[in-house]
């Protein structure tokens, strides 16, 4: 998703995210292929995904625009060690979320 939301979106979308758990766990083996695959399966599903960063947790500012990068999604967020990701369904009628 290379463009930026609306700041009224993104803070829209915070407010949906502080209330969700996180879908995945960044582990010790880190970003690995199929971590990825699962975070792209993920935001296929639920559209905001939050993610925490159980190992990696000094470079999650790092990690988290690169996962966001791999999935064509958007970071909306990085509180703590959790980051939050977003990517529109791009079929409306199995969208979740609307923006």
């Known amino acids: 998703m290379n463009a930026r939301l609306p700041n009224a979106t993104i803070s829209r979308l915070k407010g ?7 879908v995945l ?9 199929s971590f990825i695959k699962s975070l792209a399966d993920a935001l296929a599903q639920h559209e905001l995904v939050k993610i925490k960063f159980a190992a990696f947790k000094d470079e999650r500012k790092e990690i988290a625009p690169q996962l966001a990068e791999k999935t064509d999604s958007q970071l909306i967020w990085i ?7 977003y990517r529109q369904q791009p079929d409306p ?7």
Do not use: C, M, S, Y
């Open 93 to 99: 009628a199995k969208r979740r979320i609307i923006t």
């Open 25 to 33: 766990a960044l582990g010790k083996a880190g970003a690995t292929e």
């Open 79 to 85: 509180v703590g060690h959790v980051a939050v990701l």
């Open 16 to 22: 949906l995210a502080q209330r969700l758990d996180p």
